[in-house]
């Protein structure tokens, strides 16, 4: 299976699992988590959630569904803005660890930039990692100057930037992706399908049918192809999470990468970041 390095040497499949939008429905609870532990046996070991998914109960379907498999489970959850304070943010993680039921989480992201200051999000990160509640921190739905102001303000131990990224939203690949490549940062690319909007685009299920597939499992490959990006789709049944693993065995050619850039042109310009 293709891996993917953080800056901190940790590997992780290319292909992992996320969960927004889970944990909303209790009826289709046990459903989900069978999905999540199918992902889990085909390999798709790394699981993203956030105390925000469902008002915490994404976490607590998340601690279901790897329990006795922790050890096998590279674990992300993210905190709300307001909760990235010094004082905060260690109670925001106790809570996730809780809920989470376990005693560490293995990639810890700020959700989205809010009002308190970078630096000390950065500080209160790093005293996360030396108390062992957390192995590694990184940041979500921040564009380059705020990776910039990151940097500068003593972030260099981020691991990761997870942003909107997918056919539709090819945005970041102006100057956001140049510059997480350069400082040796994989892409978390969530809502990978446009939650589920792209299976219905004309052209994309016209190829998807030449190839005897699905659009889903195209708008994978697609960015399965690309260096550095994780993407991480959600999967709420385990036919789904199937379908996604197969995009791992889909090359797409050059004449299919150059006809998905006609459909789906690359940016021409920089362009803001944008968020779901």
Same mark, same amino acid.
């Given at each position: 299976?293709?891996?993917?390095?953080?800056?901190?040497?940790?590997s992780?499949?290319a292909?992992?699992? +996320?969960?927004?939008?889970?944990? @909303?429905?209790?009826?289709r609870?046990? @459903?989900?988590?069978?999905?999540?532990? $199918? +992902?889990?046996?085909?390999?798709?070991?790394l699981i993203?959630?956030?105390?925000?998914?469902?008002?915490? =109960?994404? =976490?607590r !379907?998340?601690?279901?569904?790897?329990?006795?498999?922790?050890?096998e489970?590279?674990?992300?959850?993210?905190?709300? #803005?307001?909760?990235?304070? %010094?004082?905060?943010?260690?109670?925001?993680?106790?809570?996730?660890?809780?809920?989470?039921?376990t005693? %560490?989480?293995?990639?810890? !992201?700020?959700?989205?930039?809010?009002?308190v &200051?970078l630096?000390e999000?950065?500080?209160?990160? $790093?005293?996360?990692?030396?108390?062992g509640?957390?192995l590694?921190?990184?940041?979500?739905?921040?564009d380059?100057?705020?990776?910039? =102001?990151?940097?500068?303000?003593?972030?260099?131990?981020?691991?990761?930037?997870?942003?909107?990224?997918?056919?539709?939203?090819? +945005?970041?690949?102006?100057?956001? !992706?140049?510059?997480?490549? %350069?400082?040796?940062m994989?892409?978390?690319?969530?809502?990978?399908?446009?939650?589920?909007?792209?299976?219905?685009?004309?052209?994309l299920?016209?190829?998807? @049918?030449?190839r005897?597939?699905? #659009?889903a499992?195209?708008?994978?490959?697609?960015?399965?192809a690309?260096? +550095?990006?994780i993407?991480?789709?959600?999967?709420?049944?385990?036919?789904?999470?199937?379908?996604?693993?197969?995009?791992?065995?889909?090359?797409?050619? $050059?004449?299919?990468?150059? %006809?998905l850039?006609?459909?789906?042109p690359? &940016?021409?310009? #920089? @362009? &803001?970041?944008?968020?779901l």
């Amino acid at each position: 299976m293709k891996t993917i390095t953080f800056p901190d040497g940790a590997s992780v499949p290319a292909l992992g699992q +996320g969960t927004w939008m889970m944990a @909303e429905d209790h009826a289709r609870r046990a @459903e989900e988590i069978a999905a999540l532990r $199918e +992902g889990l046996a085909l390999g798709l070991t790394l699981i993203d959630t956030a105390e925000m998914y469902a008002d915490g =109960e994404s =976490e607590r !379907l998340v601690g279901e569904a790897i329990a006795g498999a922790r050890d096998e489970v590279f674990l992300v959850s993210k905190a709300y #803005p307001q909760n990235a304070s %010094r004082d905060r943010l260690p109670r925001a993680c106790e809570a996730s660890l809780a809920r989470l039921g376990t005693d %560490r989480i293995d990639l810890y !992201l700020l959700h989205w930039r809010g009002r308190v &200051p970078l630096s000390e999000t950065i500080e209160a990160m $790093e005293r996360l990692v030396a108390a062992g509640k957390i192995l590694r921190w990184g940041v979500s739905n921040l564009d380059t100057d705020d990776m910039d =102001e990151l940097v500068g303000s003593g972030g260099q131990s981020c691991q990761t930037d997870q942003i909107l990224y997918n056919l539709t939203r090819r +945005g970041p690949e102006y100057d956001l !992706l140049p510059w997480l490549d %350069r400082h040796h940062m994989p892409v978390m690319a969530y809502s990978p399908v446009e939650q589920g909007r792209l299976v219905a685009h004309r052209d994309l299920l016209r190829m998807a @049918e030449e190839r005897d597939a699905t #659009p889903a499992r195209v708008a994978l490959a697609w960015l399965l192809a690309r260096d +550095g990006v994780i993407p991480i789709p959600k999967a709420g049944t385990v036919a789904h999470v199937r379908d996604n693993r197969a995009a791992l065995d889909m090359t797409l050619s $050059e004449a299919e990468l150059r %006809r998905l850039d006609a459909i789906f042109p690359p &940016p021409s310009g #920089p @362009e &803001p970041l944008a968020m779901l």
